[in-house]
C-alpha cells in the first residue's frame, strides 16, 4: 500500500505544479506573442515532476495523469473565463498543440510518426513515378543483341491476407508489360513485398520484375 502511496503523492505534487505554475502565469501576464506561456509550461511542468517522482519512488510511470488534469484546467480557464477571451491565430494553435503533445505524448507521437509514415510513401511513389516510365519498365540502356529489351514490372497493392493473390497479379501485370514491350519471354524474375503501415492499418505492395527477352 505504501508503494501505491508515491504514486498518489507523484500525480498531486504534479498537478501542484501545473497549477501554481498556471496561477503565477496569469498573475505576472507570462504572455508571448499574445498567448499565455501557462498553456505550454504548466502542462509540462506538471507531467515533469510527476513523472520524476514516480519514477524515483513509485518506481513505474503513472501516465501523466497530472499533465492531463493541467491540460483540461488552464484550456477551460482561458478558454470561458478570462477577460479577454483567447482568439485564433497562428500561436494559439500552435500553442495548444504544444500543450497537447505535453498532457497526451503517447498519442501525439504515434499520430504524428503515423502521418509522417503516410507522407513518406506519398513521396516515394511520387519519385518512382517521376523515375519509371508510364508502361512500368526501366530501360537497360543498351540492347545485347536484340535480345535483351529491358525490366519489366508489374505491381499489386492489397490486404496482407489477400499475399497469394497479390502475388499472381504483380507476376501477370509483368508478364503483360513484358508483351507490350515486344518480348517472348522473362527470365531473372524477382518478387518483392513491402509493407506500408499508414493510419488505416498495414497494406501490402508486391512487386514483380524481371528480364524481357526476346529471340
Known amino acids: 500500500m505504501g508503494r501505491y502511496r508515491w504514486a498518489v503523492i507523484a500525480v498531486a505534487a504534479g498537478l501542484g505544479a501545473g497549477l501554481l505554475s498556471a496561477i503565477l502565469s496569469v498573475r505576472f501576464q507570462l504572455v508571448v506573442f499574445g498567448f ?80 509522417i509514415t503516410y507522407l513518406l510513401g506519398l513521396a516515394g511513389k511520387g519519385v518512382g513515378d517521376l523515375l519509371v516510365p508510364k508502361n512500368g519498365s526501366i530501360p537497360l540502356g543498351y540492347d545485347a543483341g536484340g535480345e535483351m529489351l529491358g525490366i519489366a514490372a508489374g505491381e499489386a497493392v492489397g ?40 493510419l488505416g492499418g498495414e497494406v501490402l505492395a508486391v512487386t514483380a520484375t524481371g528480364t524481357a527477352v526476346k529471340g
Request: negative net charge; charged residues 15%.
Open 159 to 198: 490486404k496482407p491476407d489477400e499475399i497469394t493473390e497479390l502475388r499472381r497479379l504483380a507476376v501477370e501485370r509483368m508478364l503483360q508489360n513484358a508483351e507490350a514491350m515486344g518480348a517472348v519471354g522473362v527470365v531473372d524474375i524477382d518478387v518483392e513485398v513491402t509493407v506500408l503501415r499508414g
Open 36 to 115: 499565455n506561456i501557462m498553456y505550454i509550461v504548466s502542462p509540462l511542468l506538471a507531467g515533469f515532476v510527476e513523472s520524476y517522482i514516480a519514477g524515483r519512488k513509485y518506481g513505474a510511470s503513472t501516465g501523466a495523469v497530472s499533465a492531463i488534469l493541467v491540460f483540461f484546467a488552464v484550456n477551460i480557464y482561458g478558454w470561458f473565463f478570462p477577460a479577454e477571451p483567447i482568439e485564433w491565430n497562428v500561436f494559439t494553435v500552435g500553442g495548444l498543440m504544444l500543450a497537447f503533445q505535453a498532457a497526451f505524448p503517447t498519442a501525439v507521437n504515434f499520430l504524428l510518426a503515423a502521418i
